[in-house]
């Protein structure tokens, strides 16, 4: 390998060892968690609490330090989001935070955090305005920029000429239209359509309609699980004749795929991390993860479920460098923990900027194929190729 990369958790696991003999033989880190446990992301917000629970479990298993994981359900709502967090690092005295999902949620929640000092590492919040404000103790796994060029590079591939673009209006999802429009057009490609529309829409066919009449070959969403299903529903009403569906975050999961059955066939959605494109350099362990998950779960992880895993496997080796297992912690030794982080995991090369901000992140584009998903884009990572054209109510 080329460029140094720092060996984290060797030595992490050895000073656990060394320091704390027995599990309990030492102070235990405290890790708060928060993600919606019910309401319009709840979803996501179970698979993401998994991940954290057995990375948690995992770590206290591997290093014998004890692990006192406190988790509370955000219910989807940016004020409980923000409770949690001030739950979590005023009442609790949590070590360090991580969870939140959806940019609404994480924005509030991570002003609180830095409020009371406490380092916050989320996966499920890219706007670009979160890491504008330069918080010391706030951190992310992945950022807008992946996921829009996955997005535009793929539809590029497939030789479309018009793509039309609906958008939820919340911040995130209009980032990421915004990103991938201009992607979109300077690679020559037409956007006759593109429309917002508000959260907890239910009927989606007036602007479907405006996809149909522009005559495009590509209908991308940029929303969230209730407007893909929705959308894709109301597509399949219409027969709309589009010959690729395109969405963002949230679709692939096992929930996605049991929601729709058969309609979420041939769906494209970016991802993290899909089972067999980690790295070469961390096939292994991201095949343990997995057996570990499979195991405790009954089920293979989806992506949200991996970068919940690796943010609690992170943040506990970060707290541990922070001198939390010690009883000597400080929020700046974690927070110097995870900027001097530099690894190759199964999402990748994983290092963080001055603004918390990752390094090397990359997002893949799958596509769904007899209910898996298949990695198509880009091609250094694809596991299969795409299905174009291809809708499942049968398009154009």
Same mark, same amino acid.
């Given at each position: 390998?080329?460029?140094?990369i720092?060996?984290w958790?060797?030595?992490?696991?050895g000073a656990?060892?060394?320091?704390?003999?027995?599990?309990g033989?030492?102070?235990p880190i405290?890790l708060?968690?928060?993600?919606p446990?019910?309401?319009?992301l709840?979803?996501h917000?179970i698979e993401?609490?998994?991940?954290?629970r057995?990375?948690?479990?995992?770590f206290e298993?591997k290093?014998k330090v004890?692990?006192?994981?406190?988790?509370?359900?955000?219910?989807?709502?940016?004020?409980k989001a923000?409770?949690?967090?001030?739950k979590?690092?005023?009442?609790?005295k949590?070590n360090?935070?991580?969870?939140?999902?959806g940019?609404n949620?994480?924005?509030?929640?991570?002003?609180?955090s830095?409020r009371?000092d406490t380092p916050?590492l989320?996966?499920g919040?890219?706007?670009?305005?979160?890491?504008?404000?330069?918080f010391?103790?706030?951190?992310?796994l992945?950022?807008?920029p992946?996921?829009?060029?996955?997005?535009?590079?793929a539809?590029k591939?497939?030789?479309?000429k018009?793509?039309?673009?609906?958008?939820?209006?919340?911040?995130?999802?209009?980032e990421?239209?915004e990103?991938?429009?201009?992607?979109?057009?300077?690679?020559?490609?037409?956007?006759p359509?593109f429309?917002?529309?508000?959260?907890?829409?239910t009927?989606?066919k007036?602007?479907?309609l405006?996809?149909?009449?522009?005559?495009?070959d590509?209908?991308l969403v940029?929303?969230?699980?209730p407007?893909y299903?929705?959308t894709?529903?109301?597509?399949? #009403?219409?027969n709309?004749?589009?010959?690729?569906y395109?969405g963002?975050?949230?679709i692939?999961?096992?929930?996605?795929?049991?929601?729709?059955?058969p309609?979420?066939?041939y769906?494209?959605?970016?991802? #993290?991390?899909?089972?067999?494109t980690?790295?070469?350099?961390?096939?292994k362990?991201?095949?343990e993860?997995?057996a570990?998950?499979?195991a405790?779960f009954?089920?293979?992880?989806?992506? #949200?479920?991996?970068l919940?895993y690796?943010?609690?496997k992170y943040?506990?080796?970060?707290?541990?460098?922070?001198?939390?297992?010690a009883g000597?912690?400080? @929020?700046?030794?974690t927070?110097q923990?995870?900027?001097s982080?530099?690894? #190759?995991g199964?999402?990748?090369?994983v290092?963080f900027d001055e603004?918390?901000?990752?390094?090397f992140?990359?997002a893949v584009l799958?596509?769904?194929?007899?209910?898996?998903q298949v990695?198509?884009? @880009?091609?250094?990572?694809?596991?299969?190729t795409?299905?174009?054209?291809?809708v @499942?109510?049968?398009?154009?």
């Open positions: 390998m080329s460029r140094r720092i060996g958790l060797g030595c992490l696991v656990a060892f060394l320091a704390a003999g027995t599990v033989a030492a102070t405290k708060g968690a928060h993600a446990q019910s309401g319009t709840a979803k917000g993401q609490i998994k991940g954290i057995l990375a948690a479990e995992e298993k290093t004890k692990v006192e994981l406190i988790v509370y359900d955000d219910e989807s709502n940016p004020q923000v409770s949690a967090v001030e979590l690092a005023g009442v609790d949590v360090a935070i991580v969870g939140g999902y940019s949620l994480v924005g509030p929640a991570s002003e609180a830095e009371y916050y989320t996966t919040a890219v706007d670009t305005k979160l890491t504008a404000k330069k010391k103790n706030f951190f992310r992945n950022n807008m992946g996921y829009a060029s996955a997005q535009a590079g539809i591939a497939f030789g479309a018009k793509v039309g673009i609906l958008y939820n209006s919340l911040s995130a999802t209009t990421i239209a990103a991938a429009k201009d992607l979109l057009q300077k690679a020559g490609l037409e956007v359509v429309e917002k529309f508000e959260k907890g829409t009927n989606y007036p602007i479907l405006k996809v149909k009449d522009a005559g495009c590509v209908l940029e929303g969230y699980f407007d299903v929705g894709i529903k109301d597509a399949k #009403i219409l709309l004749p589009v010959k690729a395109v963002a975050w949230g692939g999961t096992p929930e996605f795929v049991r929601e729709l059955g309609v979420s066939e769906i494209y959605g970016t991802s #993290i991390w899909e089972l067999g980690a790295p070469k350099e961390a096939k362990e991201e095949a993860i997995v570990s998950y499979k405790r009954k089920e293979e992880p989806s992506y #949200i479920a991996m919940g690796l943010s609690g943040m506990l080796e970060a707290v541990v460098q922070g001198g939390g297992q000597a912690y400080t @929020p700046e030794k927070r923990a995870l900027r982080l530099d690894t #190759i199964p999402l990748g090369r290092a603004k918390g901000d990752p390094r992140f990359t799958f596509q769904t194929q007899k209910g898996n990695v198509i884009y @880009p091609k250094d990572r694809a596991l299969g795409a299905q174009y054209p291809g @499942p109510w049968g398009g154009k």
